[in-house]
């Protein structure tokens, strides 16, 4: 079995999926724009070779390059577990000839208009949206002329985007008025009806588009609520207990999501909103695992390891891990008042005494490191990882380690 894998090495949990692969019996063939000199020695032995590429977002110049490289070998998959990279690995698997998702499947997963449009002609309920492509940063008619048929309150946000950059909510014309002035740089939009409610993930691996394993974790607030105040430390936690009706809503949501975009093998990511009146809303999806450590969170919950489980899904279309949950799971991100670097945390050694034996990570930023731009990376100046089999007793100390610790920087 031999895999390209794009990208072995960033994001950091890509070098777990790496080492998941080899786990499984598979020949490594990394491709990414990390120098080839400075690959970190726990990644070293799993690959067979690597190909560095000066940049991997550009498609074209991965594809000939690779191509090159590769002659006269054959490759049996082609992977990659980000989402910039999705795409990429489609077009090489139809290059190449190789089995697994088609660049039409794929582009259901990453075109946030299409996506919609494929998903609710299977009848699953989707926010009404329009796509609007600018004709220029001056062109503000389209998006007003899509914003009236749509109605207050709505979402506007780029067609491909990720981490809720440039997203706005709009309850009144005045907010209306500010995020067409600020998304004057971004051509093609998504403008959205908005959603009331909780909101949640739905994740799996699947295997031919069966979902072999899933998960469910709820945002504690709604990620663009955590994008939009840095004061907040965003909490996300998976939810032991998926039996209860108002998740399997979402469940039996995201089953039916799988099947209309016609997933093949490999993680999914999705997000669904859960309304006041009860209802179960699509958000979005993507062929890749979620970020920000969920994959960690989904291993904690139960005990497994989906890195090399998804590898073994990826390569040889099975899944031996058990898939009882024996734990809610939170991750608290913690974002330090103050810029520059981090000086000193407060009231983390107390939560640690008190919550002895929940606390499963600790990899808040210490003092003397650097903060980090918490627009850009949901893990903020770090995080702690707590887990706890009842879910209102691991909400209640991921809330407390939310509001008791506090980091300071200067
Ligand atoms: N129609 C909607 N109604 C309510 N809230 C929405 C809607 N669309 C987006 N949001 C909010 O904005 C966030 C970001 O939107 P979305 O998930 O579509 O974009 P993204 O930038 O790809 O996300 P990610 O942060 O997962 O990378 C959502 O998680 C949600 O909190
Ligand atoms: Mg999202």
């Known amino acids: 079995m031999r895999v390209l894998f794009l990208g072995p090495t960033y994001p950091q949990e890509m070098l777990q999926f790496t080492r998941g692969l080899a786990e499984v019996g598979a020949k490594v063939y990394g491709v990414g724009d990390s120098p080839r000199r400075a690959l970190p020695a726990s990644v070293r032995p799993h690959l067979e070779d690597y190909l560095e590429v000066p940049r991997i977002l550009d498609e074209d110049a991965v594809i000939e390059r690779a191509s090159a490289w590769l002659r006269g070998r054959q490759i049996d998959r082609v992977l990659t577990n980000w989402e910039p990279t999705v795409l990429l690995a489609a077009r090489l698997r139809e290059r190449w000839g190789v089995p697994g998702m088609s660049v039409d499947a794929v582009t259901g997963f990453r075109d946030k208009q299409l996506m919609k449009e494929r998903v609710a002609a299977a009848g699953v309920r989707v926010p009404k949206s329009e796509r609007v492509v600018r004709q ?21 946000k780029p067609i491909a985007g990720a981490g809720s950059a440039d997203t706005y909510s709009c309850r009144d014309q005045a907010q209306l008025d500010a995020a067409i002035e600020a998304t004057r740089h971004v051509q093609d939009l998504s403008v959205e009806e908005y959603i009331e409610g909780e909101e949640f993930t739905y994740d799996t691996i699947c295997v031919d588009g069966q979902p072999v394993y899933e998960n469910v974790a709820q945002y504690l607030p709604k990620p663009l609520e955590a994008r939009s105040h840095e004061w907040i430390s965003p909490v996300i936690i998976t939810v032991r207990d998926m039996h209860q009706a108002k998740i399997q809503n979402g469940v039996a949501l995201g089953r039916q999501v799988l ?40 291993n904690y919950t139960g005990d497994v390891d989906l890195f090399r489980e998804w590898a073994r899904a990826s390569c040889w279309k099975a899944f031996e891990a058990p898939t009882a949950r024996k734990y809610n799971t939170g991750i608290v991100f913690k974002r330090a008042k103050g810029r520059g670097r981090i000086t000193r945390i407060d009231g983390l050694e107390t939560f640690k005494r008190q919550h002895r034996g929940f606390v499963i990570e600790d990899e808040l930023l210490r003092p003397g490191t650097a903060r980090r731009d918490w627009k850009a990376t949901l893990v903020s100046d770090g995080y702690l990882m707590i887990r706890h089999p009842d879910w209102d007793e691991c909400k209640r100390m991921c809330f407390a380690a939310a509001t008791d610790i506090t980091m300071y920087a200067e």
């Open 136 to 156: 220029s940063a001056a062109d503000t008619d389209s998006v007003r002329a899509a914003a009236s048929r749509i109605g207050l309150p709505l979402i506007i």
């Open 259 to 298: 099947k209309a975009l016609g997933m093949g093998d490999g993680f999914t990511h999705m997000e669904w909103f859960y309304t006041p009146k009860g209802e179960a809303v699509f958000g979005e999806i993507g062929c890749r695992p979620g970020g920000a450590r969920l994959v960690d969170q989904m």
